[in-house]
């Protein structure tokens, strides 16, 4: 009698999205409200979504348009909605799956750094560096990894979560309680960038002696080479400065952990000062500034503050010293 013979499962190659993110201009979110409203490649029908625009089921698919401008996908259609509607009729811009054709440097091993906490008074000042291949990469694209001054406190910790038990992984930060950031401003000739650069170079340099990767991409906080002068002894590795590096996954992942442990501090000095203490430096973080100077007095406030901010400066009843003709950050 001849064996049964067992069903081999097939190999259906990547798993389909199910899920897709995008910023549309109003006038692509209009186009596209219009388009479905009309019925094309429908039917389509209406139901309610906090925030949006507009909200339309279709079979298995979902399509919400936000009024922050943001268009979200979801079910299992989510992949020819994108590819046959909107990509198609909207946006004329084919991406979805094309993310390692257009951008093929975000898959290769780097390292990706970013800072948090530099335009809030509470709180320190943090570095990040994350170390990643193409791999982890991917696997973070399909969690949303995206620069953090774009997501939620709640969405920045789970994600940092999901980003540090990532197999194979490299991360390294660095960062100094109050009292030791405003010693270290100072010992740093009052120069933030100074110190900010001295900041990225202990996280990166921490991260390549662990795995080594032959380049680096820094989210650009000056012209002045300051980074590179730490690691100018590392010749099979460069470091890369420019503006939005953000968008490179590894530097929005190390932008997420550099967040993170400022939002985990934050929470403990918020603790010790018996309420919330908020983020930047408006007039309400000048008003918890002036309690707390109040109430503690000055050395009282540096465990808390950025010392060296107008707002700081203002939260005393001290006049703000001039900038230098040369201030340039």
């Known amino acids: 009698m001849p064996k049964k013979r067992t069903k081999q499962p097939e190999d259906d190659g990547p798993k389909a999205k199910t899920i897709y993110t995008i910023k549309l201009d109003e006038e692509q979110m209009d186009k596209l409200a219009d388009?479905?409203?009309?019925?094309?490649?429908?039917?389509?029908?209406?139901?309610?979504?906090?925030?949006?625009?507009?909200?339309?089921?279709g079979e298995k698919v979902n399509v919400v348009g936000y009024q922050s401008g943001k268009l979200v996908v979801s079910g299992k259609k989510t992949e020819d909605f994108v590819?046959?509607?909107l990509e198609a009729e909207i946006t004329g811009d084919p991406r979805l799956g094309y993310d390692e054709v257009h951008n093929p440097e975000w898959f290769e091993l780097?390292?990706?750094?970013d800072e948090s906490g530099k335009g809030d008074l509470f709180g320190p000042l943090v570095t990040a560096c994350v170390i990643a291949d193409g791999d982890m990469v991917r696997q973070w694209m399909e969690l949303g990894v995206a620069d953090s001054k774009k997501l939620t406190d709640n969405s920045i910790l789970k994600l940092e979560k999901e980003i540090r038990k990532t197999k194979g992984v490299v991360i390294k930060t660095a960062f100094a309680r109050m009292p030791k950031y405003n010693d270290l401003y100072y010992?740093?000739?009052?120069?933030?960038?100074?110190?900010?650069?001295?900041?990225?170079?202990?996280s990166l340099i921490g991260a390549l002696d662990e795995r080594h990767a032959p380049w680096g991409l820094l989210d650009q906080f000056t012209k002045e080479k300051l980074v590179d002068a730490y690691v100018k002894d590392r010749k099979d590795?460069?470091?890369?400065?420019?503006?939005?590096?953000?968008?490179?996954?590894?530097?929005?992942?190390?932008?997420?952990?550099?967040?993170?442990?400022?939002?985990?501090?934050?929470?403990?000095?918020?603790?010790e000062a018996g309420e919330t203490l908020v983020k930047g430096a408006s007039g309400k973080v000048k008003a918890q500034a002036t309690k707390i100077f109040e109430e503690k007095g000055a050395e009282g406030l540096k465990g808390f503050a950025k010392m060296?901010?107008?707002?700081?400066?203002?939260?005393?009843?001290?006049?703000?010293?001039?900038?230098?003709?040369?201030?340039?950050?």
């Open 35 to 57: 388009y479905l409203e009309e019925g094309h490649k429908g039917p389509w029908f209406h139901y309610d979504v906090a925030y949006s625009l507009f909200a339309f089921k």
């Open 83 to 85: 590819r046959d509607i």
């Open 110 to 113: 780097h390292a990706g750094m």
């Open 187 to 202: 010992k740093f000739d009052k120069n933030l960038n100074k110190l900010l650069a001295w900041y990225h170079s202990k």
């Open 237 to 271: 590795f460069k470091l890369i400065s420019r503006t939005k590096a953000e968008s490179d996954p590894v530097v929005a992942a190390a932008s997420i952990v550099a967040r993170a442990v400022y939002v985990r501090e934050m929470k403990r000095l918020s603790d």
């Open 308 to 329: 060296h901010f107008k707002t700081a400066y203002e939260a005393q009843g001290l006049e703000p010293p001039a900038k230098p003709s040369w201030y340039k950050y």
